[in-house]
């Protein structure tokens, strides 16, 4: 879309003969569904001119950008399912648990659906799901264990956005791959890491603009996606079958950059968004039986960026933004016979703050 200027001159209407004029003397002007113009009327008795004055970004045009905020969140909890579910699957498929090191790669999967609403300044609702299958290796030292491994991470999902009148909807997905290692002490204090890369992807539409009332608005998109993250912990013994870990975790992730074309002929030009996260919390195991554990846990999480900026014709609009503090509590029960190569894990969660919503996870493991 060709950008107007301040002064620039529309010709309304040229006649040989007389015009004649009502008493309106200036207006406005809509280019698309994203800029409106002030226009002063020229006339004389052969021509009516339209002099363009400044141009405003309407407030509607946060709506589409509410899509990179709700790619940037459902990526993150990929993340989340990684450092949360991956690697406890990871430690146990690998026998980290046992007295000698297996030296052998072992599979894993593990997955989580449901869905949560993200205050943006108007808000998100982000139903889906997202699954991982890896296989990790430990190797044991003398004063602990080292576990490491890869997986591929895939997450398919739908959202809602809402922003005054204005409700938006569309998909992601992402796709991609991770890498992961953990170094756990025998005293029970514990390192960690990943780094994840992928390719993540969404369209838009939207009903609700005003003078396309009726007629789907929208765009498609498709960008690169990167993240990582490092924690560190300490499980501590406890009376009673009961261990307690305690945990600091940092998340970082990045969804690349993009323009799109609208519909109605703009193009917005999407920044990356950059997501940094900073999680706190302990989660407590007690040991039912020799086949059974129960564990129940509490974070709190800081959401120190997450910002969806964007630009139309050099003009920038409203800024999404994931920014804020979430509770997530957790409660899940670990399954594995004795007799049995496999593992299950049943859990769910539930956040509050500035994300609520609940999700409920499943992991497997098999020993070969």
């Not at 999480?301 to 630009?311: I, K, P, Y």
Request: with cysteine.
């Amino acid at each position: 879309m060709r950008r107007l200027s301040r002064g620039q001159t529309i010709n309304l209407i040229s006649s040989q003969g007389a015009l004649s004029y009502g008493s309106q003397t200036a207006g406005t002007l809509r280019q698309g569904v994203s800029l409106t113009y002030s226009y002063s009327l020229n006339k004389d008795s052969h021509n009516l001119q339209a002099v363009l004055g400044d141009a405003e970004v309407n407030s509607e045009t946060k709506s589409p950008v509410e899509t990179r905020a709700a790619q940037s969140a459902f990526l993150n909890r990929g993340a989340d399912l990684l450092a949360a579910e991956g690697l406890p699957q990871a430690e146990k498929a690998a026998g980290a648990e046992n007295d000698t090191a297996k030296g052998e790669w072992s599979p894993f999967f593990a997955m989580q659906g449901g869905k949560y609403r993200y205050q943006t300044g108007s808000h998100v609702d982000s139903r889906g799901f997202s699954g991982i299958l890896g296989v990790a290796m430990e190797i044991k030292k003398d004063r602990g264990t080292l576990l490491y491994g890869l997986v591929g991470e895939y997450g398919k999902g739908s959202y809602d956005s809402y922003y005054g009148h204005m409700n938006g909807e569309g998909d992601s997905d992402y796709a991609g791959g991770a890498l992961f290692v953990r170094l756990k002490e025998n005293r029970g204090l514990y390192y960690e890491g990943s780094l994840r890369a992928g390719r993540t992807k969404a369209d838009y539409s939207s009903r609700n603009f005003t003078g396309y009332e009726g007629t789907a608005v929208g765009y498609d998109t498709s960008s690169n996606y990167w993240g990582a993250h490092l924690g560190m912990g300490k499980v501590l013994r406890l009376a009673g079958n009961n261990e307690l870990d305690v945990f600091l975790k940092y998340f970082y992730s990045r969804t690349g950059s993009d323009s799109v074309r609208l519909t109605t002929g703009e193009t917005y030009h999407f920044s990356a968004v950059d997501s940094h996260r900073l999680r706190i919390g302990t989660r407590l195991m007690h040991t039912f039986n020799a086949d059974s554990k129960g564990y129940i846990g509490a974070y709190y999480e800081r959401e120190f960026a997450g910002d969806a900026r964007a630009t139309i014709a050099g003009y920038s609009t409203a800024v999404p933004s994931l920014k804020g503090n979430r509770g997530i509590f957790e409660l899940g029960w670990l399954y594995q016979p004795r007799n049995s190569n496999l593992t299950l894990n049943l859990g769910a969660t539930a956040a509050c703050g500035n994300k609520r919503g609940a999700t409920g996870s499943l992991g497997l493991m098999w020993k070969f």
